[in-house]
């Protein structure tokens, strides 16, 4: 990284179980610090640990900023919570789902993921700018990806936190159109708004921090060509990434409770649904995914029928 471009940020690189964390560090002398995202909550103890590593000498973690509220970047609040009693804002598109706690209009139960209760302090409206250190950070709606999604930008320094609407190799999957809603606009917006704003430095929800921003989103807006023309192909890949994505989850896993987890996760009938009902049974299509996963070596499956992650 160019000395000075990120000067008062540590930022953690995570598994793609985890989102990465940034961390904003304040002032020298007592202003707490920042922290972007909390990864997920089997992670979340991990979290807290490399929080308290990084904290300078003094400091303490005062707030924590959610980019959107998918699983991989939210999960580790409660304990991050319980650890600092930290203030925590949220995207305010969801607010009322999570004072609920409402698990259906919240993405967990469609997915079927794991996550751990928390409560939010208050809402990041879009178009506010707060102040961590010397950094004037603005929050900028980013649909796409999530309908609620925001990235966060220093204009003074030109680094961009993108969450998940660019990654060094594209993007995250369109949750909405995985639903049969529009997405692949909003990203096509997204990836003009970021390309106007001409940052220096990306720092992704997944993958290191990069400043080939013009190749990234060439590479972005070659892979939503490719999806906007084939939608079906891009549902069949969020059906994929939702299995492997268990996997990371388990690790390791019984063929048949597999086979159980699928058929009662709510996004994958619907994608079954969407589809034209691939193979005869939502049941079978799964485990033919599960196994063209294996064969392209994202998964294992042994002769005793365990599933594994690799």
Not at 9 to 24: A, D, M, Q, Y
Not at 136 to 157: N, Q
Not at 283 to 298: H, K
């Amino acid at each position: 990284m160019t000395p000075g471009a990120l000067d008062g940020l540590t930022v953690f690189e995570r598994g793609w179980l985890s989102s990465n964390n940034i961390l904003l560090h304040g002032e020298r002398g007592g202003e707490p610090a920042t922290l972007v995202d909390s990864s997920h909550c089997l992670h979340a103890a991990q979290t807290v640990a490399l929080v308290e590593h990084a904290l300078r000498p003094g400091e303490t973690l005062g707030t924590l900023v959610n980019t959107h509220l998918h699983s991989d970047h939210c999960g580790g609040n409660a304990a991050l919570q319980r650890r600092f009693g930290l203030r925590l804002l949220i995207p305010p598109g969801e607010a009322d789902a999570v004072a609920r706690w409402d698990e259906d209009a919240l993405s967990y139960r469609a997915t079927g993921q794991r996550i751990e209760r928390y409560a939010h302090d208050d809402v990041l409206e879009p178009g506010t700018t707060f102040t961590v250190g010397r950094r004037a950070w603005t929050a900028l709606s980013a649909p796409g990806h999530d309908p609620h999604s925001l990235i966060l930008f220093d204009a003074r320094d030109g680094v961009l936190i993108s969450a998940d609407a660019l990654w060094g190799d594209g993007f995250g999957i369109v949750f909405p159109e995985l639903d049969g809603e529009q997405g692949f606009d909003d990203v096509e917006v997204v990836l003009d708004l970021i390309e106007r704003l001409a940052p220096r430095w990306v720092i992704p929800g997944h993958g290191a921090p990069f400043d080939d921003v013009a190749d990234a989103l060439r590479r972005a807006r070659a892979r939503l060509a490719r999806f906007a023309a084939e939608p079906a192909r891009h549902a069949r890949h969020g059906a994929k990434v939702l299995i492997k994505y268990h996997l990371l989850e388990e690790r390791s896993q019984p063929l048949p409770a597999f086979r159980s987890w699928w058929t009662a996760t709510p996004l994958a009938e619907r994608l079954w649904h969407r589809l034209g009902r691939p193979e005869h049974s939502l049941e079978s299509w799964g485990e033919s995914l599960l196994r063209e996963l294996v064969a392209s070596g994202a998964l294992a499956l042994d002769v005793t029928g365990m599933v594994h992650d690799r």
